[in-house]
């Protein structure tokens, strides 16, 4: 069965901090993998995109990290800001090119 | 224009109502998507559209109706709705055809069905 599963569930930080999110999947063979913020009632704004050939990619102050043989990507938020609060997605899209999408990480970056 | 609009931001209706969710792009983008996302979960499939033609419809139950009268919009009439049905309802929009190609999302519809 085709999973993806973010860890942790939701995490606060003080403002400044860096923070590093996990996400693990089953989907095998897929086509790429994406990370999302979503802000609360608000749709999902695109981060980074990875095909499966990619070990990283930076948007920013966001650096995601794939690694295809563990089947594990990251994605590391630095010198965080207030206005990082959000909920962060992975997304992994496989061969069929539907969307399967984890259960996020809340993040709330306190000051 | 990387902009997906939908309206309205909210919407409140009864259980005998109809109703109708809007999502346009101007992107050109010729694939549209329905999805729906209940609270702390992550969004859920609906409908594809391609080329202005249904290509997905994920046992969507018939209270729901999907509609793409051209390239640029894409309508979710309502009908006859439960409470459970309470959720936010996002709209996206890409290329058809690759994987690769990004999806983007429009702010979302805040149903609320009493």
Redesign the interface.
């Known amino acids: 069965k085709n999973q993806v599963e973010q860890s942790p569930q939701s995490l606060i930080i003080l403002e400044g901090k860096n923070c590093t999110l996990q996400c693990n999947y089953t989907v095998s063979p897929f086509?790429?993998l994406r990370w999302?913020k979503q802000d609360t009632?608000?749709?999902?704004?695109?981060l980074t995109?990875m095909?499966f050939s990619e070990n990283t990619k930076s948007n920013g102050r966001y650096t995601a990290t794939l690694d295809a043989d563990t089947k594990q990507s990251s994605l590391h938020i630095t010198a965080s800001q207030l206005s990082d609060s959000a909920s962060y997605?992975c997304v992994v899209?496989?061969?069929t090119?539907?969307?399967i999408?984890?259960?996020?990480t809340?993040l709330a970056v306190q000051p | 224009d990387t902009e997906v609009t939908q309206t309205p931001k909210h919407l409140v209706m009864g259980m005998t109502n109809k109703k109708s969710l809007k999502c346009e792009q101007h992107m050109g983008h010729r694939a549209m998507y329905w999805y729906k996302q209940k609270a702390k979960k992550p969004p859920e499939l609906m409908f594809v559209y391609s080329y202005e033609k249904l290509s997905i419809n994920e046992s969507v139950p018939s209270r729901f109706s999907p509609e793409c009268p051209n390239s640029s919009l894409l309508n979710l009439h309502l009908h006859a709705l439960q409470p459970e049905d309470s959720a936010l309802y996002l709209c996206a929009s890409s290329v058809p055809g690759q994987s690769s190609y990004e999806q983007y999302f429009g702010p979302g519809t805040r149903l609320t069905v009493t």
């Open positions: 086509s790429n999302y009632g608000r749709g999902p704004v695109s995109i095909t997605i899209t496989p061969a090119n539907k969307l999408f984890g259960t996020g809340l």
